[in-house]
């Protein structure tokens, strides 16, 4: 009876951690999944990292996910332990809301993982919107507080999944900041429509020292 229970635990788990449709697949591990795995003394964050691109290599099957997907954004030490925290690329193109972080302590031990990876991708993105066709409709967008003032901050493509519509679709995400009206905003403009998919507030200041932590580990 008790084995039959923790089967039917173990599967429900499985069901939750790893959401898979026709059209888009995710898998997710949250914050609090301990492991008693080890890659060794960290001596520095050199060899954190080199050790970490290792570790995630060799369990790419457990985690669910490509390795050679993924691009190392930050990494930090704070209160005894390393953080490193990862974005995926698949195609060379982010991916919104993606992300691999672990917590490393400097004996070694592997403290904590969460990932939040993207899978079954269509086999190609092609596109129709230029750059300077997303530029445009975005600061058409953001009209309210268009002058001399206003500044693209960044132009680069992102792949951002819609879990509502069951599929992917690839953007422009421009980002436009108008520092003396202190207003700034990302907006996804979808590469084939030309429509905005997605809008989001950015805030831009300068803080001094190290900012700490992580939401995820």
Not at 42 to 65: Q, R, T, W
Not at 71 to 97: A, D, M, R, W
Not at 153 to 170: A, F, G, H, R
Not at 177 to 196: M, P, V, W
Request: proline share 2%; glycine share 6%.
């Amino acid at each position: 009876m008790r084995t039959s229970i923790s089967l039917l635990v173990f599967l429900l788990f499985f069901v939750l951690a790893n959401f898979s449709f026709a059209g888009i697949s995710h898998v997710k591990t949250y914050p609090g999944y301990r492991l008693n795995d080890s890659i060794g003394k960290a001596n520095d964050a050199e060899s954190v990292e080199k050790a970490v691109s290792n570790y995630l290599k060799s369990h790419e099957k457990e985690f669910g996910i490509k390795s050679k997907e993924l691009q190392l954004k930050s990494s930090y030490f704070s209160c005894g332990n390393y953080y490193l925290i990862y974005e995926q690329y698949h195609s060379e193109i982010p991916v919104h809301t993606s992300k691999v972080g672990i917590k490393v302590a400097t004996d070694g031990t592997i403290k904590k993982v969460g990932v939040h990876f993207y899978l079954n991708f269509p086999s190609s993105f092609p596109y129709t919107i230029t750059n300077d066709n997303a530029m445009n409709i975005a600061k058409n967008l953001f009209k309210d507080h268009l002058d001399e003032s206003v500044k693209v901050e960044s132009s680069s493509m992102i792949i951002v999944p819609d879990d509502k519509e069951n599929c992917y679709t690839l953007c422009w995400k421009v980002e436009l900041s108008n520092l003396e009206a202190g207003k700034g905003e990302a907006f996804y403009i979808d590469a084939n429509k030309g429509s905005l998919v997605h809008k989001e507030e950015t805030i831009r200041k300068s803080i001094n020292g190290t900012v700490e932590g992580s939401i995820w580990l």
